[in-house]
Each structure stands twice: as C-alpha cells, then as structure tokens.
C-alpha cells in the first residue's frame, strides 16, 4: 500500500465501496494503517513481516495472504526492492462472498490468512489483473473484481483445508520495542471489552506507561489509546456487519461506554453512523 492512499491519521483516503488493485515497491510503513477493507497481498520476490493484531507474520514471495484491514497494521522489515501487489475488496463484497461462516468470523476477528503451498499461476494471473485494471475499461475492471473474488473463496477454502499449515512462521523479535507492542496489542485484543486506559495496559505488560507509549510510537507510529479505539471500531463494525444486535449492545461490549460515545467516535472516524454503515451492507 503506498502512503498517498492513507490520511495523515493513518485511515483509508479513498471510498470503502471501491474495489482496487495496485503494485508498487514494497518498503517499512512509518505508521500503523487501517481502512475498511478485505486486503490480499502477493509478494513477488523477497520477504516481508507484518505487525498486525499481536503478532509478527512472515509473508513469502508467492504466497497469497489476506487479512481484514480494519485491525491496524504495519510492515515493520521488508527485504529491499519487493515488489508487492494489494488487491483491496470492499466489505461488503466480502461479506457477500460465500465462504464458510466460522473462516468469515476468524478473518473478521483478526486472522491472517496465508495460503498453504504456492501455485506457480498464482503470480501471472495476479500480475495480470493489474496490467488490465491499468488499462481496462469499466466492464473488464468488473470481470477483475469478479475474477478476485473467486481467487479469495479459492484461498478461503484451501487454508481450511490445511488448517495446520505453517506457511507464516513465527519471526524473531527484532527490539524490545515490537516485543513489547505485541504484549500490549495482544492484551487490548483480549481485554478490549473492559474499561482500559494507558496504566492498565503498561500496569498488565509489566511495563511502565511511558515505555509503552514510546515503544508503541516507535513501532506502529501511534499511541497505545489510539490503537485501542481503532481496534473496538474494528469490533464494531464487525457486529455491525454479521449480527442484529443493538447498536446500544455492541457500544457496550466493544469498551465504548455508552452509545454516544460510540456514535460520536464512529462518525468522526468513519464519516457516517453506525446505523448508516449497516443500512450501507444491506442490514436493517
């Protein structure tokens, strides 16, 4: 993803209905990202690992990988010139999508999906879709998008069917920095229903407050508070998007108080309500 295509605030600057597809260098993100996307990723030469919900993931040439994009998330080492290709699929096309309903939640609760083994099509048919994209008129952007959407069932399916897989293994912590954001992201992702503020967390990662802002700073390139509310907004929508429960429900069990708050924080952060944004997915 390249920074132009993200606010200074680190959140999508295009629409979140809009599909797209794009290659260009990769290189270490100076900031942690988020926008309401579906996003599958394809490395064509080198290696690259992300920080995203807790955990270091390994991504290798060849592989696809996909996650929901809504949960912050960072390149942190990136081997020099890899070239990278980002699909971004709206929500609402994923949820659209027939996949099995338990991968669908696992995706939406922060799986990192890498696909099992390496097709040798896999990094022609993807290289293609771009080179067509850039030079496609409506009707073949939309058989691309259509195409995109069969490849991620296909991915879907093939990582249930090797669930024991360890195609992204586990990195070694690089500072003391990421050891300690992946102790603090981890615990907000456990904890994010409870009230929580920055003494809490450092007072649970056995680390003092400041290190942690700090440390998260220099990682993700915003504070710990700033990563919770992107990670309860990312909950929410995920409610939002799957269940009927009551907004009032979903402000509470997501940490944010009340319901005015959680209407308050989702529309500055998100443009709309949270009852627009499920009218938006074709919700009640």
């Known amino acids: 993803m390249t920074d132009d295509q993200f606010s200074r605030s680190g959140e999508w600057a295009g629409s979140p209905r809009s599909f797209l597809i794009e290659r260009h260098t990769a290189d270490a993100m100076s900031a942690a990202h988020w926008h309401d996307h579906v996003e599958i990723n394809l490395l064509l030469d080198g290696a690259m690992t992300y920080l995203f919900n807790g955990r270091q993931e390994r991504v290798e040439a060849g592989r696809?990988?996909?996650?929901?994009?809504?949960?912050?998330?960072?390149?942190?080492?990136?081997?020099?010139?890899a070239p990278l290709i980002c699909v971004y699929l709206p929500l609402v096309d994923f949820l659209a999508l027939s996949i099995d309903?338990?991968?669908?939640?696992?995706?939406?609760?922060?799986?990192?999906?890498?696909?099992?083994?390496?097709?040798?099509?896999?990094?022609a048919t993807v290289s293609a879709w771009v080179e067509e994209w850039d030079r496609g008129d409506p009707v073949r952007r939309q058989l691309i998008a259509d195409e995109a959407k069969l490849r991620v069932r296909r991915l879907i399916l093939d990582h249930a069917d090797d669930r024991g897989s360890s195609a992204a293994a586990a990195a070694t912590p690089v500072s003391p920095a990421i050891r300690h954001s992946?102790?603090?992201?981890?615990?907000?992702?456990?904890?994010?229903?409870?009230?929580?503020?920055?003494?809490?967390?450092?007072r649970r990662a056995n680390v003092h407050p400041t290190t942690a802002n700090r440390a998260f700073r220099?990682?993700?390139?915003?504070?710990?508070?700033?990563?919770?509310t992107r990670y309860r907004?990312?909950?929410?929508?995920?409610?939002?998007?799957?269940?009927?429960?009551s907004i009032l429900e979903i402000a509470l069990d997501c940490g944010f108080g009340s319901s005015s708050r959680f209407y308050d924080?989702?529309?500055?952060?998100?443009?709309?309500?949270?009852?627009?944004?499920?009218?938006?997915?074709?919700?009640p």
Do not use: C
């Open 233 to 245: 907004l990312a909950r929410a929508m995920q409610r939002l998007a799957e269940t009927e429960d």
């Open 182 to 202: 992946e102790v603090l992201t981890d615990l907000i992702n456990r904890h994010f229903s409870e009230p929580l503020n920055l003494v809490d967390l450092g």
């Open 64 to 81: 696809l990988v996909l996650f929901w994009a809504a949960i912050p998330h960072q390149t942190i080492l990136v081997t020099p010139e």
């Open 265 to 283: 924080i989702f529309k500055q952060r998100t443009g709309t309500t949270p009852r627009q944004f499920r009218l938006s997915l074709g919700k």
């Open 218 to 228: 220099d990682v993700l390139g915003i504070s710990v508070m700033e990563y919770l």
């Open 101 to 123: 309903k338990k991968a669908r939640q696992a995706i939406m609760q922060g799986a990192f999906v890498v696909e099992p083994r390496r097709r040798e099509t896999t990094p």
